[in-house]
């Protein structure tokens, strides 16, 4: 019934024809349909016929209890990059801290000014010491994991992040850093949350892609 619903409603559209008209003609609905299908791209066929995705951000909870209780985090190589960038930039921090982070990079990611990977934005700028955006990468340290069950958790968030089942934390902060420091570009930035030690920003002119 739904598709036979599509393809007339496509059929209408397209010949701009009221449905009666269509019916005086002797077409079944059948045909209708038919006529309908053959005019909806493969691409918007998908969106109307796969139910949108439902929310769970109303399921997530800031706590170590219901992060221990989610699955464990599993994915491909941007899921391992934000990962670690979680572990080795905030893992002393709450984890709605560790999640604000990780926002931080997802916004970075959809932002024209920041490479399009999770990997890429992590990564920017490594190479130069000490002139990378995310100073684990270019410190000269080794990147090991020494604490296991914090690793766990973070990988855990990374993937919650990752498949959008958070709520927003930092109303679009792209920027973020500790309560220890006052770098000079949070002088002009815009500032939008606290969250445990750390401070966010996001640029103060936004456009419909930053």
Same mark, same amino acid.
């Given at each position: /019934?739904?598709?036979?619903?599509?393809?007339?409603? &496509?059929? /209408? &559209?397209?010949?701009?024809? +009221?449905?009666?008209?269509? !019916?005086?003609?002797? $077409?079944t609905?059948?045909q209708?349909?038919?006529?309908? /299908?053959?005019?909806?791209?493969?691409?918007?066929?998908r969106?109307?016929?796969?139910?949108?995705?439902?929310?769970?951000?109303?399921?997530?909870?800031?706590?170590?209890?219901w992060?221990? *209780?989610? +699955? &464990? #985090?599993?994915?491909?190589?941007?899921?391992?990059c934000?990962?670690?960038?979680?572990y080795?930039? &905030?893992?002393? $921090?709450?984890?709605k801290?560790?999640? *604000?982070?990780?926002?931080?990079?997802?916004?970075?990611v959809?932002?024209?000014r920041?490479?399009?990977?999770?990997?890429?934005?992590?990564?920017?700028?490594?190479?130069?010491?000490?002139?990378?955006?995310?100073?684990?990468?270019?410190?000269?340290?080794?990147?090991?994991? *020494?604490?296991?069950?914090?690793?766990?958790r973070?990988?855990?968030?990374?993937?919650?992040?990752?498949?959008? $089942?958070?709520?927003?934390?930092?109303?679009? *902060?792209?920027?973020?850093?500790?309560?220890?420091?006052?770098? %000079?570009?949070? %002088?002009?930035?815009? %500032?939008? !949350?606290?969250? #445990? /030690?750390h401070?966010?920003?996001?640029h103060?002119?936004?456009?419909?892609?930053?």
């Amino acid at each position: /019934m739904r598709l036979l619903k599509i393809g007339l409603l &496509a059929a /209408m &559209a397209a010949v701009k024809t +009221p449905f009666v008209a269509l !019916a005086s003609d002797g $077409e079944t609905l059948r045909q209708i349909e038919a006529q309908g /299908m053959k005019l909806v791209s493969p691409r918007r066929m998908r969106t109307l016929l796969i139910p949108p995705k439902q929310s769970n951000t109303g399921n997530v909870h800031f706590s170590k209890k219901w992060l221990d *209780a989610q +699955p &464990a #985090g599993t994915g491909g190589a941007d899921w391992k990059c934000l990962s670690e960038a979680l572990y080795f930039e &905030a893992r002393g $921090e709450t984890i709605k801290g560790q999640f *604000a982070v990780a926002e931080v990079i997802l916004n970075r990611v959809k932002s024209a000014r920041f490479p399009q990977s999770i990997c890429g934005v992590i990564r920017q700028g490594t190479g130069r010491r000490y002139q990378c955006q995310f100073t684990y990468t270019c410190d000269g340290r080794a990147e090991n994991i *020494a604490e296991p069950r914090a690793f766990e958790r973070v990988a855990k968030i990374a993937r919650s992040a990752i498949e959008d $089942e958070v709520p927003q934390l930092t109303n679009g *902060a792209t920027h973020y850093h500790t309560t220890a420091v006052r770098p %000079r570009w949070s %002088r002009t930035y815009t %500032r939008t !949350a606290r969250i #445990g /030690m750390h401070i966010f920003y996001r640029h103060t002119f936004r456009t419909a892609s930053n």
